[in-house]
């Protein structure tokens, strides 16, 4: 009995392991804005499945160049997604919404602010500390992401 338990526990430590060592397609830490927050702008809510599908699919981008990329050179973050605070809203009717994001590195003393208040405007420069990110989940795609250039 005792061997199979530590057998067991050896098993679900290398689950544990592998799975952090896959890296986690998963933001630093997101919000998101409900419906109706902003008025018509936030016309739906994504649910957090919606979120994950979306951070699996922009981790993904951030390894691999991508012409989705905007504002960088050779179109690729130094930061992992990991990095980043996000916040997130659904924008658009029902026939044609949208999941906008917008991220920033989480070193900056301001990233707890944007997670805090759903109103504050990020800067118009800082290269690779900030992104904004637009996710079409009938189609499954992200549109764009667009860093602010120097």
């Not at 109706?36 to 699919?57: F, N, Q, V, Y």
């Given at each position: 009995?005792?061997?199979?338990?530590?057998?067991?526990?050896?098993?679900?430590v290398i689950?544990?392991?592998?799975?952090?060592?896959?890296?986690?397609?998963?933001?630093?830490?997101?919000?998101?804005?409900?419906?109706?927050?902003?008025?018509?702008?936030?016309?739906?809510?994504?649910?957090?499945?919606?979120?994950?599908?979306?951070?699996?699919?922009?981790?993904?981008?951030?390894?691999?160049?991508?012409?989705?990329?905007?504002?960088?050179?050779?179109?690729?973050p130094p930061?992992?997604?990991?990095?980043?605070?996000?916040?997130?809203?659904?924008?658009?009717?029902?026939?044609?919404?949208?999941?906008?994001?917008?991220?920033?590195?989480?070193?900056?003393?301001?990233?707890?602010?944007?997670?805090?208040?759903?109103?504050f405007k990020?800067?118009?420069?800082?290269?690779?500390?900030?992104?904004?990110?637009?996710?079409?989940?009938?189609?499954?795609?992200?549109?764009?992401?667009?860093?602010?250039?120097?």
């Amino acid at each position: 009995m005792r061997t199979a338990l530590c057998s067991l526990l050896a098993t679900l430590v290398i689950a544990f392991a592998a799975g952090c060592a896959s890296g986690s397609a998963r933001s630093a830490r997101h919000i998101i804005i409900p419906a109706g927050a902003h008025g018509p702008e936030t016309s739906w809510t994504p649910s957090e499945e919606d979120i994950g599908l979306l951070e699996k699919k922009l981790a993904h981008l951030f390894t691999t160049p991508s012409a989705i990329i905007t504002g960088l050179a050779n179109g690729v973050p130094p930061y992992p997604l990991s990095e980043y605070n996000i916040r997130y809203t659904g924008t658009g009717p029902a026939e044609s919404r949208y999941i906008f994001g917008e991220a920033m590195h989480k070193s900056l003393p301001e990233a707890e602010t944007l997670l805090s208040n759903d109103r504050f405007k990020l800067p118009d420069k800082g290269g690779p500390r900030y992104f904004s990110v637009m996710h079409k989940p009938s189609e499954g795609r992200i549109v764009a992401v667009r860093f602010n250039s120097p």
